[in-house]
């Protein structure tokens, strides 16, 4: 395989990898249809183009076309890919997208004698750029093939490959599940602390609880980290907490497979009631969800 990536998707995750990648030896060939966001690409050494088709033209074959785009628009790239694409290329959905729709892209390009694998990459943007966590779904054989992408995209032995077509996803799927569980524990427990008698610093109450503890985690520090950016009343913050995809599609597989997950979807309906009933346990989790993804502290 060539050194050479054909990429698509150029927002927070995909500029962030793209930059990791180039300063690993990659070549990007990449496309956004955002200007802006191909002009910040082309600053940190990637070669951008107009259309999917002159990225897959200028790619070497036989070629890995890396896909990171919302899972929304997965189908249509894929779609548009099957087309461009000849018997050998691989593609690598890097995106959060459903399992079943990854199983259907697989098939679909293997009648076309694409490979496909399906990518679950967790650490947010910041996960991107310094080392993400990569849970593989697909042949093994394929996995094999492009293992020094992997290496290169994850940090020091964050990355795995972990089932056929499919598993990487469903990986994904449940790790996302889990992270509502944990954020909203975290969050209704910092909540209750606040109306405590007592007068904590939450701040630094986030920050030794980081320290050595039974509950020391990512989460736990990147909540000190919006206290000491947000203040400990988090005024500037929404508390109305979005919600994606993932956590739906945990729940509901959950359920088909007749495997209670309380915690999850308690998690899941305080997101969606968090517009009409907003407090400080929303305005925690979307403090979280900026820290570690980049989103909006001003949803409404």
């Not at 990648?21 to 951008?48: E, F, Q």
Request: net charge positive; charged share 25%.
């Amino acid at each position: 395989m060539h050194n050479i990536v054909g990429y698509i998707g150029l927002g927070k995750m995909g500029l962030n990898m793209t930059k990791r990648l180039v300063k690993k030896g990659w070549r990007i060939v990449a496309y956004d249809p955002s200007p802006k966001a191909s002009l910040l690409a082309v600053k940190n050494g990637v070669d951008t183009k107009l259309s999917i088709a002159e990225v897959a033209e200028d790619t070497p074959r036989p070629r890995i076309f890396f896909v990171m785009v919302p899972h929304k628009t997965v189908v249509a790239v894929i779609k548009e890919l099957s087309k461009l694409l000849e018997p050998g290329d691989i593609v690598i959905d890097g995106g959060n997208s459903h399992f079943e729709e990854s199983i259907k892209h697989f098939e679909l390009l293997k009648s076309k004698k694409i490979e496909f694998l399906d990518a679950g990459i967790s650490g947010g943007p910041m996960g991107a750029l310094k080392g993400a966590c990569v849970m593989v779904g697909g042949e093994a054989g394929i996995f094999k093939k492009t293992e020094e992408l992997f290496k290169d995209i994850a940090q020091a032995k964050g990355y795995a490959y972990v089932g056929k077509s499919g598993a990487g996803h469903f990986a994904k799927m449940i790790h996302n599940g889990i992270e509502y569980g944990m954020m909203q524990s975290l969050s209704e427990g910092f909540a209750i602390l606040k109306r405590s008698p007592f007068k904590y610093d939450l701040e630094k109450l986030a920050d030794l609880y980081s320290t050595g503890s039974v509950i020391e985690s990512r989460l736990t520090g990147w909540l000190a980290e919006a206290y000491k950016i947000y203040g400990k009343d988090l005024k500037k913050v929404s508390g109305i907490v979005a919600h994606t995809g993932e956590g739906d599609w945990t729940v509901e597989i959950a359920r088909k497979l007749k495997v209670d997950a309380p915690a999850i979807e308690q998690a899941l309906i305080y997101r969606k009631n968090s517009a009409k009933k907003k407090d400080y346990t929303g305005k925690i989790l979307s403090a979280l969800r900026n820290r570690f993804g980049g989103h909006s502290i001003n949803n409404k």
